[in-house]
């Protein structure tokens, strides 16, 4: 059974930044695509990026390009979402999410495994 454990997340002021990270079980976290999706109360989960399973290839929603960067450091099995020049917009809890899909996918139903989410505020 896998499992993911994000934190990071908290309250921030617009403009500011956070970073999130997610850490996995197991011991094939890098044969994976691995993903972050975020939802708000009363909306569907969208998505915001997601990663190759090497770490070389990114791909990200329009609404965080160039403000967000998603990285991954097998070696400890962990997933990372730097947020920067955040927006109140940005509010919502932030999931991440593990892909068999290669190279990576932004289709939440191509994701097996989901954390349990962190919750982002940020303030205006």
């Known amino acids: 059974q896998v499992q993911l454990v994000e934190s990071g997340g908290g309250l921030v002021q617009a403009g500011g930044s956070l970073r999130l990270s997610c850490a996995a079980s197991?011991?094939?976290?890098?044969?994976?695509?691995m993903g972050w999706f975020r939802q708000v109360p009363g909306k569907e989960r969208d998505f915001v990026a997601t990663?190759?399973?090497?770490?070389?290839?990114?791909y990200y929603a329009d609404s965080v390009k160039g403000r967000f960067t998603i990285s991954r450091d097998n070696a400890k099995n962990t997933v990372y979402l730097q947020m920067n020049s955040l927006k109140p917009e940005d509010t919502a809890v932030y999931y991440c999410?593990?892909?068999?899909?290669?190279?990576?996918?932004?289709?939440?139903?191509?994701?097996?495994?989901w954390g349990q989410g962190t919750q982002v505020t940020v303030s205006s």
């Open positions: 999410a593990r892909s068999q899909r290669l190279p990576w996918s932004n289709y939440q139903h191509e994701y097996d495994y």
């Open positions: 197991g011991r094939t976290f890098s044969s994976y695509a």
């Open positions: 990663i190759s399973r090497s770490g070389s290839s990114t």
